[in-house]
């Protein structure tokens, strides 16, 4: 072949290999900024409040799973965005997001078990269980629920490599610090859940796995909630992406916030779950309701403790008990009302610095008659 037949043969060849690589970087482009969205829906929720929910998710760019209960049953459920977005696998109704600091309340429940058993009092001090921790003498229980201890810790949430509860407690306490003017001030140290897991363990001789295994997951026949350290294995497990901005222009994931086995043991009884909005729902109902704690024992524990109105893993007033987690590339907010009927719970794997979830939340406050 001849110089200039070789020439004109190549240049076609060319131009068509740069068009394929233009194209190739488009589909990338295109892929990662691909929102899906699914949305399950009861006749009780009106087509104009749907359109409200569906545009406000719309307009805030949320990446999630969405759901709004009306008198104990689901009326609206709206999923957004990528749980895997390397994978392209879209986030669903029943995908698990980690919930962060709502397990609280679960940790709150579950020591209430144990007070309704005898086997511990909201007035004990904390040197019943760790005298050596310090201010032991003058904490109570109760003040560790309100996070008015005065107790706080700095740093990393606990060691570095994976080590048994008992070992983390114990890292815990070499750490934590007393501060005797915060003594009964509100002062929110993810800390205080922390001694509360080795106190449940302590007076139940079971692991706090294990008792939120037997008595929340299995009693409530959840089937979408798992520990972290065991979400491996949990096809419907979301991905933690962080964004660097207050809100994104259209959700890109470039920044997948990562896993450390570590700390997802160290978060003892302060987030270590992951969970479908239906089974949040599910489980904060059943406690509201006294199918885990007696009625009496739920007025009893979910007070507000301080000027701040949290009480036990709750934000309270007189209508209503809300909370919310955020970290590793999670965010939540869960708003419920006082009977556990009514509720707006949005769970997302993409955490934006300032927890704008509250306020999408806000807007859907009414259609759940919980304002």
Avoid at 25 to 30: E, I, L, N, P, S
Avoid at 239 to 252: D, E, H, I, R
Avoid at 365 to 370: E, F, P, R, T, V
Wanted: proline content about 3%; aromatic content about 8%; overall charge positive.
């Amino acid at each position: 072949m001849n110089k200039r037949l070789l020439k004109w043969t190549l240049v076609p060849l060319l131009m068509l290999v740069a068009a394929l690589a233009v194209g190739v970087r488009r589909a990338d482009r295109t892929r990662t900024k691909t929102v899906h969205q699914t949305t399950t829906v009861t006749p009780q929720l009106a087509a104009p409040q749907q359109k409200q929910v569906t545009r406000v998710l719309s307009e805030t760019h949320f990446s999630g799973t969405c759901s709004i209960f009306r008198h104990g049953r689901e009326v609206m459920t709206v999923a957004r965005g990528m749980a895997d977005n390397g994978a392209q696998v879209p986030n669903r109704r029943q995908t698990m997001y980690e919930i962060d600091s709502i397990q609280k309340m679960i940790t709150a429940a579950l020591l209430m078990q144990q007070v309704t058993a005898g086997k511990v009092s909201l007035n004990d001090c904390l040197s019943r269980f760790y005298p050596t921790a310090p201010g032991a003498r003058h904490i109570t229980i109760r003040q560790m629920l309100d996070m008015t201890s005065g107790l706080s810790m700095t740093g990393a949430v606990g060691p570095t490599t994976v080590m048994s509860d008992r070992r983390i407690i114990a890292s815990d306490l070499h750490r934590v610090r007393f501060n005797p003017a915060m003594h009964g001030k509100w002062n929110y140290q993810p800390v205080n859940f922390n001694l509360l897991a080795g106190i449940l363990e302590q007076t139940s001789g079971q692991r706090y796995q294990t008792l939120v295994q037997q008595r929340v997951i299995a009693r409530l026949h959840l089937k979408h909630t798992v520990f972290a350290y065991n979400v491996a294995s949990q096809q419907l497990a979301a991905m933690g992406y962080n964004s660097t901005g207050v809100q994104t222009a259209l959700n890109t994931y470039d920044h997948p916030a990562g896993r450390q086995l570590a700390w997802e043991h160290d978060e003892l009884g302060t987030g270590q779950l992951y969970m479908s909005t239906g089974d949040l729902y599910r489980m904060t109902r059943a406690i509201l309701r006294g199918q885990l704690i007696s009625l009496s024992a739920v007025h009893q524990l979910y007070r507000s403790g301080s000027p701040s109105t949290y009480g036990a893993g709750f934000y309270i007033n007189d209508r209503l008990r809300s909370v919310n987690g955020a970290g590793y590339g999670f965010e939540g907010t869960l708003r419920i009302s006082a009977n556990g009927q009514n509720a707006v719970i949005l769970l997302s794997n993409y955490q934006i610095p300032g927890m704008g979830i509250k306020k999408i939340a806000d807007a859907f406050n009414a259609l759940a008659s919980i304002t």
